[in-house]
């Protein structure tokens, strides 16, 4: 048998993995590249196999760089089942459609200023009915239920405890009489996340793929719910609201969880909390419905409230017009909306509304991406564009650490340490390069196993438990150097805005040092012209 890397090879997005045994092909998830404009062209490239040929789908779970690109394989000739879990599928239903929302429109807009310049039109990925048919490719099963894909080619999800509906797959395959046992991790979660279970123990394998977004890096260890206290009790001081930018999907719910246990427990003002995202709203309406997937600790807060996120103070909005009329109401309270990295969404607006009041506080969880406005914010910018909108930063800006569905280098550790007996393998993905390399290393290191770290378009050739990896024929588009250098070019174009707001700021108070700055930069312009010319 052979299995292919066709995604989150060196990089943490566009999950893809093409397995061929017996005959058959399957496809470990079919996700989307998100990030970089450069990184999102990857969507637009044909698939490296044929989609009319692809026997089945097996979905780790629900988040879009894993199930974003299934719409275009279905789209493209895909016919046969794409198979999840209930809760997976139920996911999928909320984010697949608003993918393709944000596909149509970009389109849209492309078009409109492409028209005015000649441009041939731009087609969407894929649409909203694109979509809406793929869903119906989805086969649901329950955890630890072993299936019978194919004769000889069995599979079971376990729970991964990264967000509701998560699983990781354990495929037992039988080629020649001989029989190999392989784990997918998909993304393993953080334990002792609010909420969801944690991630099952990892059965015997002979040959693991696993995932390494925090593969170099250690969660801070603290009490959350201790410091949201704090948190929000200082904010209820200042007088202004506070808004929490955050996902939709995980972190508002994780978010909600804790507000309620303070609020009950009267450690913080009884203030609205309003949840402004539809998206969120939908996710939240899912959590509720689940209960079985529930952790202990919220298993007890369900059986004695028959509700887990519900307060008379929070409430949800619906439209536009109810989102803006949160900025009329009087202070304080809690406003949670999406984008989580504040990059785009409704949080935008609300954040235009309050960065500039000094009694407002803005409260950034979890891992803020180089070059996003949360980024920005918690780095110290005084002044931020938002919406073509120049706005001034005077809010109190806030930042809670380890907010992380993923689990990270130590937690990955223990968990394959558990482990019966060592594969004899491990392929690392999903990380970037830093954090797959050392990843890799630190298997090797504690675990004696081997591990290989696949580029896009390699394979590994399995036979019982022999091994080999074939280097791909596939040009690889994915350089990471490139990509690292493409991110650091975009982190100077913020970079430079930021120096001119410096500059401005320093010439406006003395203008006798405009010549001087200025004499100076052609000289940094001078240096860049030398470095191109020899390169
Ligand atoms: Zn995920
Ligand atoms: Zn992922």
């Not at 090879?9 to 496809?27: N, P, Q």
Request: hydrophobic share 40%; aromatic share 8%; with cysteine.
């Amino acid at each position: 048998m052979k299995i292919t890397f066709l995604g989150a090879a060196r990089m943490v997005t566009g999950s893809c993995y093409l397995l061929e045994a017996d005959y058959k092909r399957i496809l470990i998830d079919c996700g989307m590249y998100q990030g970089s404009k450069l990184i999102k062209t990857f969507n637009e490239r044909e698939f490296a196999f044929d989609p009319k040929l692809i026997d089945a789908v097996v979905l780790t779970h629900a988040h879009i760089d894993h199930s974003g690109l299934l719409p275009k394989l279905v789209k493209q000739g895909f016919n046969g089942r794409i198979h999840s879990t209930r809760v997976t599928k139920e996911l999928c239903e909320i984010l697949l459609p608003d993918s393709a929302h944000i596909q149509e429109s970009e389109a849209e807009t492309a078009n409109r200023k492409g028209m005015r310049a000649g441009k041939p039109e731009v087609k969407p990925l894929y649409t909203v009915d694109e979509a809406e048919t793929a869903l119906k490719h989805f086969e649901t099963h329950t955890y630890n239920e072993k299936i019978e894909l194919y004769d000889g080619i069995d599979f079971t999800f376990r729970n991964a405890g990264h967000i509701l509906g998560s699983a990781f797959i354990e495929f037992s395959i039988t080629e020649n009489g001989k029989e190999t046992k392989i784990v997918f991790s998909g993304d393993v979660g953080q334990p002792g996340q609010p909420i969801i279970k944690d991630p099952s123990r990892v059965p015997q394998a002979d040959f693991i793929i696993t995932e390494s977004t925090y593969g170099d890096r250690v969660h801070p260890v603290y009490d959350r719910e201790e410091e949201l206290r704090k948190i929000v009790v200082e904010a209820v001081a200042r007088g202004g609201n506070l808004i929490i930018p955050a996902f939709a999907v995980g972190r508002t719910q994780i978010m909600l969880y804790y507000l309620k246990k303070l609020m009950e427990a009267k450690k913080i003002p009884e203030i609205p909390i309003v949840i402004d995202s539809p998206m969120a709203t939908k996710a939240t309406q899912l959590t509720l419905m689940n209960p079985d997937e529930y952790d202990d600790e919220a298993q007890t807060i369900y059986n004695k409230d028959g509700n887990l996120l519900s307060l008379p103070q929070i409430r949800f909005t619906q439209s536009v017009e109810e989102s803006r009329a949160l900025n009329f109401m009087p202070s304080p309270m809690i406003i949670i909306s999406a984008s989580g990295m504040a990059d785009a969404g409704r949080v935008l607006h609300h954040l235009k509304h309050n960065l500039w009041r000094a009694d407002s506080t803005v409260l950034f969880a979890g891992f803020q991406a180089e070059g996003s406005l949360g980024r920005l914010l918690i780095d110290g910018a005084k002044r931020v564009r938002i919406m073509g909108e120049e706005i001034v930063v005077k809010a109190k800006i806030q930042f809670m650490e380890g907010f992380s569905a993923h689990a990270d280098k130590n937690q990955m550790l223990e968990w394959f340490r558990a482990m019966e007996k060592r594969p004899k393998a491990f392929f690392v993905v999903h990380g970037d390069h830093d954090a797959a390399f050392n990843f890799a290393e630190e298997l090797q290191r504690n675990l004696g196993t081997a591990t290989a770290i696949p580029q896009y378009g390699d394979s590994v050739v399995i036979e019982g438990t022999d091994w080999h990896m074939e280097t791909s024929h596939l040009i690889p588009e994915e350089l990471p150097e490139g990509q690292e250098l493409h991110e650091a070019l975009r982190k100077f174009e913020r970079d430079i805005a930021l120096y001119k707001t410096r500059i401005e700021q320093i010439t406006a108070r003395d203008s006798s040092k405009a010549t001087d700055i200025r004499k100076k930069i052609e000289k940094a312009k001078k240096y860049v012209d030398e470095i191109l010319k020899n390169v």
